[in-house]
Nanobody
Framework: QLRLVESGGGSVQPGESLTLSCVAP????????LGWFRQAPGKERERVFC????????DYADSVKGRFTISTDRTKNALYLQMNSLKPEDTAVYYC??????????????WGQGTQVTVSS
């Protein structure tokens, strides 16, 4: 059973926007710290944006500051990543993740299967 399922990826031009969604048919997201990671070809998986269980603490990569926003909808048991002003270097497979509430992206218990984001002119 898939615990986390991403959607919303696609191919866009530089400067455009995308919103990634992650639903959790097998988990209750209220119990976890959540995050988005990405992996570009030939590179290691990296943290993009993380949010604490309470939503009061966030952490993000410098490369996405001011462009990406993370949010949750606990009533829909969903996690989102709003990506604006996309750049070619944002091209990667994006994964949502859930981990222990006391470890903000420091430890991951569950991964989604990933959704491809391609930014190219």
């Amino acid at each position: 059973q898939l615990r986390l399922v991403e959607s919303g990826g696609g191919s866009v031009q530089p400067g455009e926007s995308l919103t990634l969604s992650c639903v959790a048919p097998g988990l209750t997201l209220d119990s976890y710290a959540l995050g988005w990671f990405r992996q570009a070809p030939g590179k290691e998986r990296e943290r993009v944006f993380c949010i604490s269980r309470s939503g009061s603490v966030m952490d993000y990569a410098d490369s996405v500051k001011g462009r990406f926003t993370i949010s949750t909808d606990r009533t829909k048991n969903a996690l989102y990543l709003q990506m604006n002003s996309l750049k070619p270097e944002d091209t990667a497979v994006y994964y949502c993740a859930a981990g222990p509430p006391e470890r903000l992206c420091g430890s991951i218990d569950y991964w989604g299967q990933g959704t491809q984001v391609t930014v190219s002119s």
